[in-house]
């Protein structure tokens, strides 16, 4: 691309990846300005896209952000609690303050109490190494609680430049773009003389008081299960409304299919419900555990799917995660796909994941 570089953001221009940094469609390169399609957008129409980044580039970013003074707003989508979760950031950010904002909160079920679920992100934050000042909970999708958020960022921030961090599909660029049509208020917020030559790969939002809203790029998490399916399936396990709690009464020695993404063994500790929180279009089948392996190898990609038959060449082989519940309420979380919560100590189940997908336990969300 003869080295050429975007205007706005100074991401090297590159015309064959659309939604990865620099890009640009070949006939812009003729202009006098060559600037990149997610400037552009920001631009022109006050609208920030999510670009991927690398591992490494990403903790180049990180690594920089230490170096300022400034606020950092860490973003989590709130179904996809640990696996939208970026570790190690207080390491990276110094002695920078952080605001954790749960997005999403409008796809938990309504009966969902609020200052219970901030608590428990609170909690959990600490236990994966980050002090939040404070933990926000918004649908940037429905325009809940951005207000309050851009009055928090506003105090919190006492005049710093802010950092928006957060993986990729955590909606990061959509409660950008609310909090810019907030701020500005129906005008423009950004100028046609939007200052070139800003920091490579991140793009700088300007602020009343001369400081900016910075917009990084999204980092893949690569144990999230959005990695391991097609474009298509994407769209069936990531949930759009609401969640319904799906409720089963298991016997021992019965297993239940979630799709054909995701498998719930469970072994022992008597009759007992399990409550499954998934998106409404992932199809549930319960079987017999002596029958689970040969429907698997029957039916998958037809009664069992997503994946369909057509992704079963590049699909992973379910990995075990064997578990024994010891405490009161505990979820099993299948990274990317939701979640399952069983009551009260004693059960062992196995569950199992695609290669690669992370499958943990943790003190019930909900």
Request: charge should be neutral.
């Amino acid at each position: 691309m003869n080295n050429e570089h975007c205007i706005g953001c100074g991401a090297a221009i590159q015309t064959d990846r659309p939604g990865e940094l620099g890009y640009t469609p070949r006939s812009a390169l003729e202009k006098e300005e060559i600037i990149c399609q997610r400037c552009f957008r920001l631009r022109h129409y006050n609208e920030v896209q999510d670009v991927e980044l690398s591992d490494q580039s990403f903790l180049d970013i990180l690594h920089a952000i230490g170096k300022t003074e400034s606020l950092i707003v860490k973003i989590i989508d709130i179904f996809d609690f640990n696996g939208s979760w970026i570790p190690g950031l207080q390491r990276f950010v110094g002695k920078n303050p952080v605001l954790l904002v749960g997005n999403k909160v409008d796809l938990l079920p309504k009966s969902t109490n609020k200052n219970k679920l901030a608590n428990w992100m609170k909690k959990q934050a600490k236990e994966l190494g980050l002090s939040p000042l404070d933990v926000l909970l918004v649908s940037a999708e429905k325009g809940h609680g951005i207000r309050e958020a851009l009055v928090e960022i506003d105090h919190l921030r006492q005049g710093k430049d802010v950092y928006v961090v957060g993986c990729t599909n955590v909606g990061k660029s959509t409660f950008i773009n609310r909090v810019i049509k907030l701020a500005a208020g129906g005008k423009d917020v950004i100028t046609t003389s939007h200052v070139p030559g800003t920091t490579l790969d991140m793009i700088e939002i300007p602020l009343d008081d001369g400081k900016n809203l910075i917009d990084t790029p999204g980092i893949i998490n690569h144990h999230q299960m959005a990695h391991y399916v097609s474009k298509k399936d994407l769209k069936i396990i990531t949930p759009k409304k609401e969640i319904k709690p799906r409720v089963y009464q298991l016997n021992e020695k019965q297993t239940l299919f979630f799709g054909g993404l995701a498998r719930l063994d469970y072994i022992n500790g008597g009759r007992r419900s399990v409550v499954c929180y998934l998106a409404n279009s992932i199809d549930i089948h319960r079987t017999k555990l002596e029958k689970a392996d040969g429907l698997y190898e029957k039916h998958l990609g037809e009664m069992l799917q997503p994946p369909g038959k057509e992704e079963l060449d590049h699909f992973p082989e379910l990995v075990r995660h064997e578990f024994k519940l010891k405490d009161e309420k505990m979820d099993i979380v299948f990274s990317g796909l939701g979640w399952v919560t069983l009551k009260e100590p004693g059960a062992q189940v196995a569950a199992y994941a695609p290669k690669g997908v992370s499958v943990l336990l943790r003190p019930s969300l909900i």
